[in-house]
């Protein structure tokens, strides 16, 4: 799924589930700037899935119209068959890592505490690993019992690898890592996606002489 049609469903559930809802609301809630939303806002008027009611002089209210329910049931669908895929995937990829890693008894922690990170972390206990620490960017609540401790202090902890635990592709959460000073070869990121392309190795780098991707990228 892309960019543009996960906008577009966020953006029909949360009219869906407030039709009160004003722009400002609805950017925050899509993580997008006003204007932006309101561009998004308006091409959904014009495709018939949204309709603006005005309930006051100075008040309106946004409707999913059966046009946009219908849209919403195909965009949930395509959606979920998206994750399906997806996790299967990340989990593959996991797998081969972590397998390596159990192998050298290297030492792993996660970053994140979200569902990517429960997707990390049941690959690790498949593999026979137990994270050495679960990192956020700050204390939190506990990570399936395990204590979250801020990133910031990743250097009072001994680990070879920090999974960053992210189906994001815009690659925030991986400049978060780095940012709080964890070598760039310590990272592993759940999708090669979510690495930043400047920061991305090359495939000469990224790969070991033996042919195999190194544990560290």
Request: net charge positive; with cysteine; proline share 4%.
């Amino acid at each position: 799924m892309d960019v543009e049609a996960n906008r577009e469903l966020r953006l029909l559930e949360a009219v869906g589930e407030d039709s009160r809802v004003t722009q400002r609301g609805l950017a925050e809630k899509l993580g997008i700037a006003l204007g932006l939303t309101n561009i998004y806002l308006k091409r959904m008027i014009h495709k018939g899935y949204i309709k603006c009611v005005n309930v006051q002089p100075n008040r309106i209210s946004y409707l999913v119209t059966p046009r946009g329910i219908a849209e919403k049931a195909r965009l949930t669908y395509e959606f979920m068959d998206y994750s399906l895929h997806l996790y299967g995937e990340v989990r593959q990829h996991l797998r081969m890592a972590l397998k390596e890693c159990h192998e050298a008894g290297k030492r792993v922690a996660i970053y994140g505490r979200g569902e990517a990170a429960e997707i990390a972390y049941l690959s690790l206990k498949e593999s026979g690993l137990e994270p050495v620490a679960i990192f956020d960017r700050e204390n939190g609540a506990d990570f399936l019992g395990i204590p979250v401790k801020p990133i910031a202090s990743h250097a009072q902890f001994e680990f070879d690898l920090i999974i960053v635990a992210t189906l994001e592709s815009s690659g925030q959460r991986y400049n978060e890592v780095l940012a709080a000073g964890v070598p760039e070869e310590k990272l592993y990121p759940l999708r090669r996606a979510a690495v930043p392309k400047k920061t991305r190795p090359t495939a000469a780098k990224s790969r070991g002489t033996n042919g195999k991707h190194s544990n560290g990228s």
